[in-house]
């Protein structure tokens, strides 16, 4: 059996979401079909809970109803101490069928309207994988945000003069109840205005949960690129639900680094994944008319002097981010090109393949304009960790801690 077309909505009646798929038979047999939600993403850490199995319907500890709806299939309503937990319909699609399920969040309270849902469902067909675990494909996701009840129905019904009220006495059947505030008890009127009040509930809600829609902790998260767009910011679509909230939430601090050093090794590690230190070449372009002061180690730029041969720290340094000799300004505009004023130093070890180091290093030079003003030039320097190892160790300093090593 295969399953396709998994949506979750929320339901007209506040408090629940509507779940449908497809279910079309196959030659393994019927697949086990299991659905959970969680708040915020769908990432696999954080609580699940789970909200239907079809290898455990109905639940433990239900009472169930059946009915046939028009149309065919069957209705299955499930209640524990008289409040529905969970419904199922089935009908006829097709060669197969349509499969709806009514998460009510397993209690009396319902789900919380204006929480965003996230579902996932799993088939699992039968017979048994490698490991002795039946296959299952690529779990099916659908988000979904439960409207409230405020009753307008009851308002509705209540602002009639008391003539219709008193006389509106017809009971109903006792077919399964969409609309809990429609019960047998009620007149004939009151279940009819009942149907236009849960309309009106859920309009209300929508307008309410427009207060919450720049929310970026809460929000849907299909609605974070757009919240994204209101900050000029262009969201990781490669990245998790939680990354991009991060992202968003935090766009501002760091368009307050652009053009820095921290600013820098961010957008770095964003745009790449790779941790990488920063230089100012500036500082080893030649300039004749200021040797600096050798004697001031605090001071940052010390001039420009001729290169000491017998330093080994200096000889080892040359072409590395720990190069403290100076050289002649460099006019060219290549990746070797790097001893000017306006050039920055990207200094990475990754550890990728070639094609695939060529081709972040494509993306990051692509999207310096993100993080670096339009006159300064970045220049990728690819480093091997033994290279970049024996640097730091000849420094005698911790690249992880940037304390002095004993």
């Known amino acids: 059996m295969t399953v396709e077309n998994f949506t979750a909505a929320a339901d007209l009646v506040g408090h629940r979401v509507v779940l449908r798929w497809d279910a079309r038979p196959g030659a393994g047999g019927d697949a086990a079909v299991r659905v959970r939600r969680k708040e915020r993403d769908f990432e696999p850490e954080g609580r699940w ?26 209705v299955e309503s499930c209640a524990r101490d008289g409040v529905e937990v969970l419904r199922r319909v089935r009908r006829r699609h097709g060669d197969g069928w349509r499969v709806e399920i009514l998460d009510v969040g397993g209690s009396a309270a319902g789900l919380r309207p204006g929480t965003t849902y996230y579902y996932e469902l799993v088939a699992a067909p039968p017979g048994d994988g490698p490991d002795g675990e039946p296959e299952t494909g690529p779990p099916l996701r659908a988000v979904a945000t439960p409207t409230g009840l405020h009753r307008s129905g009851a308002l509705l019904y209540g602002a009639l003069p008391e003539i219709y009220r008193r006389h509106d006495v017809v009971r109903g059947p006792d077919p399964i109840g969409a609309v809990p505030e ?11 205005l009942d149907v236009f009040g849960a309309a009106l509930d859920h309009l209300r809600s929508r307008a309410d949960q427009l207060r919450g829609l720049h929310d970026v902790d809460a929000a849907d998260h299909r609605l974070l690129p757009h919240l994204a767009a209101l900050v000029g910011w262009e969201p990781s679509l490669d990245r998790g ?3 991009r909230r991060h992202e968003v939430k935090y766009a501002a601090a760091l368009y307050r680094i652009t053009g820095t050093t ?20 500036w500082r080893n372009v030649l300039i004749t008319n200021d040797p600096g002061d050798p004697g001031d180690p605090g001071g940052g730029f010390h001039g420009s002097r001729t290169l000491d041969t017998s330093d080994p720290e200096a000889m080892a340094g040359l072409g590395r981010f720990e190069d403290t000799a100076s050289y002649t300004y460099d006019t060219g505009t290549g990746p070797d090109s790097r001893y000017a004023h306006n050039l920055i130093g990207i200094f990475v070890a990754p550890r990728e393949s070639v094609d695939e180091v060529l081709r972040l290093r494509g993306r990051l030079l692509s999207g310096a304009s993100r993080f670096l003003p339009m006159n300064l030039r970045p220049v990728v320097v690819i480093e091997t960790e033994p290279e970049r190892r024996a640097a730091v160790d000849a420094l005698g300093v911790s690249d992880g801690t940037d304390e002095v090593v004993a």
Do not use: H, M
């Not at 921290?262 to 070449?281: N, S």
């Open 262 to 281: 921290a600013g820098c090794v961010v957008w770095v590690r964003r745009l790449t994944g790779w941790d990488a230190r920063i230089k100012e070449f």
């Open 182 to 192: 429609s019960t047998p008890g009620n007149g004939q009127l009151r279940r009819f």
């Open 49 to 74: 809970s789970p909200v239907y199995d079809s290898t455990a319907f109905p639940p433990p500890g239900t009472e169930v109803t059946e009915a046939a709806p028009p149309g065919g299939g069957t």
């Open 241 to 243: 639900i939680a990354v």
